[in-house]
C-alpha cells in the first residue's frame, strides 16, 4: 500500500517520542532509530484508514518490536566483551524525550538505564511507558497484551526494582558543571586523597569499551580503587594520545540530565564518564569509550556550542 502525504506526515509527527520509547527500552540510539523505521515500515504496509487510534497502534508495534530487540540483544551480550553499558546521549539531544517531570526526567537517567538492564522485558516496557510518558495501565496492557491487573503489578514491581539500586540525587545543569569541575581538578592534582573524599565509600567505576577500545571488564570497587584508577585515567601522556589518535580535550557538561565528562579529539568525542550522584558523593562512574555508542554524542557535539572551552587536556 502508498502512503499518502498525510499518513507519512502523521507517523514523522510520532517518530520523536516512539524514538524516545525506543531508546528507554533499548539503550541504544542507533537501535532506537532502527526500530522506529521498522515500525514505518509496518505502518506503510497497513490499512492506515482501519487504524482508528494510529498513537496505540504505532505505540503496541514499536514496542512488541523492541521487546523481541531485547531478547535478542540479551543473548548477544553474553559474548560481549567486558562490560555492556547503554549509550548515553548529550544535552539538546532529542532523543532523551519529555523532561517536563522529575519521573521523566529519571526515567531517560544513565544511572536509570543501567538498572532497567536488570528488569525482565514486560517489567522495562511497563515501566518506560507509565514512568516516562505517562501511559495510562489500560493502554499499556493493550500494547502489551495482558490485563490492566498485570500491568500495576508489573510496574510496582519494576518500580521497587529501580528504587533499592537507587543512590543519586537530581541535580541542575549548573550544580552538575560544578560537580564535574571538582571531579576534574581532584583527578588531575596528582593525589589520590581529594578524589576519595568525593567518592562515596562503596563507589564504582564501570567501562565499555566493546572489545574496540581498552577497558577493563571487571569494575573498580571502592573508593580508594576507583580513585587511583582516576588519577591514572586524566593523567597526560604520550601512550594515552597515540591511543586516542591526539590529544584529548577534556569537558564538563551533561548526559542523560545528569554530570558528565566528555573526552574529545578532533572534533570528534572518544569518551563519555556519566557521574551518578548520591546524598554522600559520587557513587559511580560510568565510562563509555566504545566508538559505536559515541557517534551520535559526535554528531551532536559538531553542532553545539561549547561555552568557555575544555578544562583539561590528555
Known amino acids: 500500500m502508498v502512503l499518502i502525504t498525510s499518513d507519512v506526515d502523521r507517523f514523522e509527527a510520532a517518530r520523536p517520542r516512539l524514538e524516545a520509547i525506543a531508546y528507554r527500552l533499548l539503550g541504544s540510539a542507533s537501535e532506537a532509530e532502527d526500530a522506529a523505521q521498522e515500525t514505518f515500515l509496518r505502518w506503510q504496509a497497513a490499512d492506515v484508514e482501519r487504524i482508528e487510534v494510529p498513537e496505540a497502534w504505532l505505540t503496541k508495534v514499536l514496542t512488541n518490536y523492541c521487546l523481541n530487540q531485547l531478547t535478542s540483544a540479551r543473548a548477544r551480550r553474553e559474548t560481549y566483551v567486558g562490560q555492556w553499558l547503554p549509550e548515553p546521549l548529550l544535552a539538546g539531544d532529542p532523543m532523551l524525550g519529555p523532561a517536563d517531570t522529575a519521573e521523566q526526567r529519571d526515567s531517560v537517567s544513565y544511572a536509570v538505564l543501567v538498572l532497567l538492564e536488570r528488569l525482565s522485558s514486560n517489567e522495562r516496557a511497563v515501566y518506560v511507558l507509565r514512568e516516562a510518558f505517562d501511559y495510562p495501565h489500560r493502554e499499556i496492557a493493550e500494547i502489551l497484551d495482558i490485563t490492566e491487573a498485570a500491568s500495576q503489578q508489573i510496574y510496582h514491581r519494576a ?125 559511580a562512574l560510568h565510562n563509555q569509550v566504545n566508538p559505536d555508542k559515541l557517534t551520535r554524542a559526535t554528531e551532536l557535539w559538531a553542532a553545539t556550542d561549547h561555552g568557555k572551552g575544555p578544562i583539561h587536556t590528555l
Open 159 to 283: 518500580k521497587k526494582h529501580v528504587a533499592d539500586g537507587k543512590a543519586r540525587t537530581e541535580i541542575d545543569e549548573a550544580t552538575a558543571q560544578r560537580i564535574v569541575e571538582e571531579f576534574l581538578a581532584a583527578a588531575t592534582s596528582g593525589r589520590t586523597e581529594p578524589l576519595v573524599r568525593l567518592l562515596t565509600e562503596d563507589a564504582v567505576s564501570v567501562g565499555d569499551g566493546g572489545g574496540k577500545v581498552p577497558a577493563r571488564a571487571k569494575a573498580f570497587e571502592g573508593a580508594l580503587a576507583v580513585a587511583t584508577f582516576m588519577r591514572g585515567l586524566f593523567k597526560p601522556s604520550k601512550a594515552k594520545r597515540n591511543l586516542l589518535g591526539g590529544t584529548a580535550e577534556i569537558y564538563a557538561t551533561t548526559a542523560n540530565g545528569g554530570p558528565a565528562i566528555v573526552a574529545v579529539v578532533d572534533g570528534r568525542v572518544v569518551g563519555i564518564t556519566c557521574l551518578v550522584v548520591g546524598p554522600d558523593g559520587i557513587a
